[in-house]
């Protein structure tokens, strides 16, 4: 079926083209066939007409980092934070625990939840990372879960050294490249570690991620977290596509992104339940890096699945422009996955859409907490609203 989008007030392309006014979108088999002047839309016999009303139109937002698939909840660690007790990479293991004791069932349940959730605030694709496993039966099941519900699926056996290998981490390593991998990489694209103080050392994420670009998967890095590390020179150095989180980077990480094809994702989520401090996007962009935001939604250090809320504090807080922020959020993110047919609006592009209660996609920051998405689109078809 075809649809004609038209009357589109604002239509933010995220491309050379930039941004086009009294615009519209014409949709078929799955994908953008044509975009314009709302004058010169023809419709297609039997297409279906939505008229925008003056509103904006935006790409659906590209979410490149997520840890979807998960039991339980630390609602309790995070008033803690609130407290004033500081964020550790070991309280992965308390969730951790609670996926491993939950069944097929629930997991499937909630991550479909929050697929949804995601949808109706304009997300139409998203990255899962594995990682609340750790063990081999339990990390295969994690992506092959997620891969029930998004291609873009990572495995992060190396997210933290687990409990019964306490102190002896290069043993579990040997197990994570190992039969770890064997059991997860044909379900996965991509292959990540937490190369961070209390996770995994410089070595230990190097042998992590050349064992995975060995089995044909393409590396990530969790980086620069909770204190300035190798981590973000590893990435440049692998070729990742991303490294995610940077909230503490040095002058060479900065030259060595800059030079790179590696992208920065920024977390914002995650600073503003950690009380950790933002990113400073506007020294990172004026570099030259490529900078994507995505949620980050996971049960401890960033609750939320909401890219307009990423989008908001980013600009407040981050140093971003509007502009800058919803490209980060949709055509920055889907360089994270290396990807050209998402996170823009172009012909032959996805038919990825987000339709604004707005007349323009500044709103997204200028209001932020208010429900702007009316309408959601997913290789054409709609997801979410009317």
């Known amino acids: 079926m075809s649809t004609l989008i038209t009357n ?45 009303a003056g509103r904006a139109v935006i790409p659906g937002f590209v979410d490149s980092h997520s840890h979807l698939v998960f039991a339980g909840d630390r609602a309790a660690e995070f008033e803690a934070r609130m407290a004033g007790q500081k964020y550790a990479a070991g309280g992965i293991r308390s969730t951790v625990a609670a996926t491993r004791a939950a069944p097929d069932e629930e997991l499937r349940s909630r991550l479909h939840g929050f697929v949804d959730e995601m949808h109706a605030q304009g997300t139409t694709t998203v990255e899962i990372k594995s990682g609340y496993g750790l063990t081999v039966a339990d990390e295969q099941r994690l992506v092959r879960l997620a891969a029930e519900v998004t291609p873009e699926v990572t495995f992060l056996g190396a997210h933290v050294v687990p409990a019964e ?30 190369c961070e103080t209390g996770a995994f050392t410089v070595d230990q994420s190097r042998r992590v991620l050349e064992a995975g670009i060995a089995r044909g998967l393409s590396p990530r890095v969790h980086a620069s977290q909770l204190g300035p590390g190798g981590g973000v020179r590893l990435a440049v150095e692998l070729g990742a596509a991303s490294v995610d989180h940077g909230t503490y980077l040095t ?25 950790q401090p933002y990113p400073d996007a506007r020294r990172l962009i004026d570099a030259g890096i490529t900078v994507a935001l995505a949620c980050d939604t996971n049960p401890g250090s960033s609750f939320t699945s909401s890219m307009p809320f990423c989008i908001a504090i980013a600009v407040r807080d981050m140093g971003m422009t509007p502009t800058e922020a919803l490209w980060a959020a949709t055509a920055g993110g889907a360089r994270a996955l290396r990807r050209d047919d998402i996170g823009v609006i172009a012909p032959g592009a996805r038919a990825d859409l987000v339709l604004l209660e707005a007349p323009t996609q500044v709103h997204l920051a200028y209001r932020p907490g208010v429900p702007l998405i009316t309408r959601v689109w997913k290789d054409g078809e709609v997801r979410s609203g009317g």
Do not use: K, Q
């Not at 290998?165 to 996965?188: F, H, I, N, W």
């Not at 590696?262 to 009380?275: D, I, K, Y």
């Open 165 to 194: 290998y306490a102190d002896r981490s290069d043993e579990y390593v040997d197990l994570v490249t190992g039969p770890m991998l064997d059991a997860c990489a044909p379900y996965a694209r991509w292959i990540d570690v937490f």
């Open 8 to 52: 589109i007030g604002e239509l933010t392309t995220c491309t050379d083209v930039g941004t086009l006014h009294d615009a519209a979108v014409m949709i078929e088999n799955e994908r953008i066939s044509w975009m314009g002047a709302a004058e010169d839309a023809l419709s297609a016999g039997g297409a279906e007409v939505v008229d925008a």
């Open 251 to 275: 002058d060479d990480d900065v030259a060595a992104l800059a030079g790179s094809h590696t992208v920065l994702t920024l977390l914002p989520g995650v600073e503003f339940s950690t009380r």
